[in-house]
C-alpha cells in the first residue's frame, strides 16, 4: 500500500528518479524544471528540507511498497491557516484516482498537523485532469491565476476551506 510520507534526504534518490522518469509527462502540462534543476538537484533538494525545517513549506512523497516514488504533494507559503499546494503524480500510475486520494489525504493532514484552515491551489485552464482532481477533492474556483505563474497560460485559483 503506497504510503504519503514527509520529505526526508534519504528519499533524495527517489525523488530524482521520480523527476528525471516523468520530465517530458510533467512539462507537457506544467511549466519544466530545466536542466539546472537537474544538475544542482541536490543543493535544491537540501534548500528544499530547510525551508521544511523553518516551517514555511510542508512536501510530502507518496511512497510505493519498493520505495519508488509515485507522486508528490507539496504545501507552500504556509502562512497564517492557508497554504499553497502543488502536486505532480508518475505517469504509470495515471488515472487511477492517485492524485485525488492523496489530496484529499494530504487535506486532513493539513488540518492536524499544520493548523490550515484554507488551502489554495492555481492551475491552468489546459490542465483538465488538475482541474478535475481538484473537484473532486472539494475545491472551488474562486478566481483568475496570473499567467506568470503558470508558464504563461491563463489559468484558475482553486480554493478549500477546511
Ligand atoms: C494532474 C495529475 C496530478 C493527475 O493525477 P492522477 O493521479 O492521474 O489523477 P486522478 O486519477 O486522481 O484524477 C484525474 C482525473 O482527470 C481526468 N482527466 C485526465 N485527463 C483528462 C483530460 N485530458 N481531460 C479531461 N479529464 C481528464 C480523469 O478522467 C480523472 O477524472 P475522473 O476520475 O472523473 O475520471 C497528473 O496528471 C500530473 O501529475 N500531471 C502533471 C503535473 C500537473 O499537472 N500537476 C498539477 C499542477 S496544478
Known sequence: ??????????HA????????ANRAYFAASIPDRGDAYFDQFTDR?????AEQEAGICAFHVLVAEDGSVLGRFNLVDIEHGTA????RVAQHVAGRGVA?????????LAAARHELHTIRAAT????????????KAGFVPVGPADP??????????YQRDI
Open 1 to 10: 500500500m503506497p504510503e504519503l510520507q514527509r520529505l526526508r534526504a534519504d
Open 148 to 157: 506568470a505563474d503558470l508558464g504563461g497560460k491563463p489559468g484558475t485559483w
Open 13 to 20: 534518490p527517489a525523488v530524482l528518479a521520480f523527476e528525471s
Open 100 to 108: 485525488t486520494a492523496t489530496v484529499r489525504k494530504l487535506c486532513r
Open 84 to 87: 499553497e499546494l502543488g502536486y
Open 45 to 49: 533538494y537540501h534548500a528544499l528540507l
Open 124 to 135: 491552468a485552464r489546459e490542465n483538465a485532469a488538475s482541474q478535475r482532481v481538484l473537484t
